[in-house]
């Protein structure tokens, strides 16, 4: 990139010369470039690769929400429309594998910040997530084949590569002071109530014919996610999210290559003794992946905390995010835990016959979007009324979690 200047003589009367919003001269390309997707309003009044980002969030929506309708049903549903499993035994995995997911929340976020890129992150991720609800849609064949077929995709369901990718490049689209920022991601909010108005009721009703109808619809909605944000690439993006922001060195490359090819080892050494010793167990799954995701939380917060790159009023910040990010464990734990037990009563203890049709069970979590939909709009209202205004951040946070206690 060159960063050749204009000689006083000829700045003024350039009439190609490109200023950002403080005024301020844009000399590289890559500036220029970033400017030009900035100041773009072809769709709705915003990027066009809002529209991509928007889409993801629709598809993602439709695949969590069609592989949530259906799957612990076909855990505990008897063998051979189900796996057999137990209903404790198969909350306790729905459980585990969903606190892989926030364990490894936390890598994908760094893997997409150094290794991939955002975008890369997100076509990987989606395809991986697609693998495994294609898995999960093969027919099992015997029982043991289908315990592994279901262990694994849902393993690789919860291996979220892309961190929040979708959220940081929707923020990389609009300049700080923009005030369309807040509209996309209401945007993003819209498409996923979209979504998961809609999908739970349809992957639900398809299940009580077969439940792998549902986990097609979610492999079909993750590779479409992927595709949205892979083929329209540079035509939407330019090179936003292309690459790496903080790209590992030579010498990073081989130390976190080295500790990762360590763990592998360990984790599989570890499944190959509890195999072999019999000991291998959903239980011992449930307990063993607990104990490893406050493990990882703690040590993700000393690295953050003893990095000498965050100083003065980032370190203060950080301060202050913290307890945040320690109730937003606490709530996911919490969402994990009355999740399946809410599914399970709906499922035990409800009439679900209405008129002589059939509800399924799994069609209840569209009420969720409802809610959720219903209190987007009214919180929305409320925090631009006079009364809202009144609020701050804090405020409205321990609001927010003060609400969630009381449901």
Known sequence: MSNTQSSPDTVNDDTSLVLDEDGEKITTAEEQELKKIRDDHSFLGYPKGLSSLAAGNFFNSICWGAYGAVLIYYLYSPWTKGLGFTQGEAAQLIASVGAINSMFGIIGSWLADRVFGARKALVIGNIAKGLSCAILAIPAFSIDQGRVFAVVGMILMNLPIMGASNYSLTGLLFHRKDSRRDGAY??????????????????????????????????????????????????????????????????????????????????????????????????????????????????????????????????????????????????????????????????????????????????????????????????????????????????????????????
Not at 245 to 268: C, D, H, N, Q, T
């Open 186 to 407: 209401a945007m993003h909010n819209i498409a996923n109530s979209i979504a998961g108005f809609i999908t739970p009721v349809i992957a639900a009703q398809l299940g009580l014919i077969n439940y792998h109808y549902g986990f097609l619809i979610g492999a079909i909605a993750a590779f479409l996610y992927a595709a949205a944000i892979g083929l329209p690439g540079k035509a939407f993006f330019g090179s936003l999210g292309s690459k790496p922001s903080r790209p590992l060195s030579a010498a990073e490359k081989k130390k976190y290559g080295f500790g990762a090819l360590i763990a592998l080892v360990l984790i599989a050494v570890a499944i190959a003794i509890a195999v072999g010793t019999g000991k291998a167990s959903i239980g011992t799954l449930a307990s063993t992946v607990s104990s490893c995701t406050f493990i990882v939380a703690i040590v993700f917060f000393v690295i953050i905390w003893s990095s000498k790159r965050i100083k003065g009023v980032e370190r203060r910040r950080l301060g202050a995010v913290s307890p945040i990010i320690l109730m937003q464990i606490v709530i996911g734990i919490d969402y994990q835990l009355q999740g399946t037990t809410l599914l399970m009563f709906l499922d035990q203890r409800i009439n679900r016959n209405f008129f002589g049709f059939e509800i399924a069970p799994g069609s209840f979590n569209t009420l969720i979007s409802v809610v959720a939909l219903l209190a987007g709009i009214f919180y929305s209202w409320l925090w631009a009324t006079k009364l809202g205004d009144k609020w701050k951040s804090v405020d409205r946070l321990w609001f927010g979690f003060a609400f969630s206690g009381i449901s």
